[in-house]
């Protein structure tokens, strides 16, 4: 069964700051890897979406890349800014789409 | 286009009620999805219908049913909610199913059952 960590659950930065989302899947036969992101109150927006055979999308700010052998993915957001304030989520998707629990980014001004 | 609409917003129910969540779009997709978002954990998909007139289990389907009324509408039914039902439900809809393409979002359901 697909296991997807997300690390760290929460994260408060300063604005302006570049950083680093982390998620993880135990089962490396994926067919693509999803990012979104969810506002307070929210549903969910898709943020990118990768491709098994890819290594990275960008999309703007964000860019995110692939590490299929390693079951990685990392989410890198540019000059962060407090409208970026939100849970981001990733999802792989298998024989179905399964869910990290999140990571909360708050970004101070 | 209004995209994924979901009604109600909110529902506080006592254990053993029943009652059925609806989900509509208008984006003309195949697909359509139901999750629920516990805290502390990803959504968990319940059930999904990959095309009109097929639905099929998700990881969390027990308690549950479903409906794909047409193209547009899909519903999820508790017959007899139970506090471990306690959580938000979110619809989705795709072109393609189970993750291929990108899945959009509706706002959510926030249910209580006491």
């Known amino acids: 069964k697909q296991e997807v960590t997300q690390i760290p659950a929460a994260l408060s930065v300063p604005e302006g700051e570049n950083l680093v989302l982390n998620c993880s899947f135990t089962d490396s036969a994926i067919y693509n890897l999803q990012w979104f992101r969810q506002d307070p109150g929210k549903g969910l927006t898709s943020l990118l979406l990768?491709?098994?055979?890819?290594r990275e999308q960008t999309s703007g700010r964000l860019n995110a890349s692939l590490d299929k052998s390693s079951g990685r993915s990392t989410l890198y957001i540019a000059a962060s800014q407090p409208g970026d304030s939100a849970t981001y989520l990733c999802a792989v998707v298998n024989n179905d789409m399964r869910f990290g629990a999140g990571t909360r980014l708050t970004v101070k001004p | 286009n209004a995209g994924v609409t979901q009604t109600p917003k909110f529902q506080v129910l006592k254990t053993g009620q029943s009652m059925t969540l609806q989900c509509a779009q208008d984006m003309n997709h195949n697909s359509m999805y139901w999750y629920r978002q516990d805290p502390g954990m990803g959504l968990r998909l319940i059930y999904y219908?990959?095309?009109?007139?097929?639905?099929d289990k998700g990881e969390v389907p027990n308690g549950y049913n479903v409906s794909r009324l047409n193209k547009r509408e899909f519903s999820l039914r508790l017959e007899s909610a139970a506090p471990s039902q306690t959580s938000v439900y979110f619809c989705?809809?795709?072109?393609?199913?189970?993750?291929?393409?990108?899945?959009?979002f509706g706002p959510g359901t926030r249910l209580t059952v006491l």
């Open positions: 219908s990959a095309s009109e007139g097929t639905t």
């Open positions: 990768i491709q098994s055979s890819q």
């Open positions: 989705a809809s795709s072109d393609y199913d189970r993750g291929i393409d990108t899945q959009y």
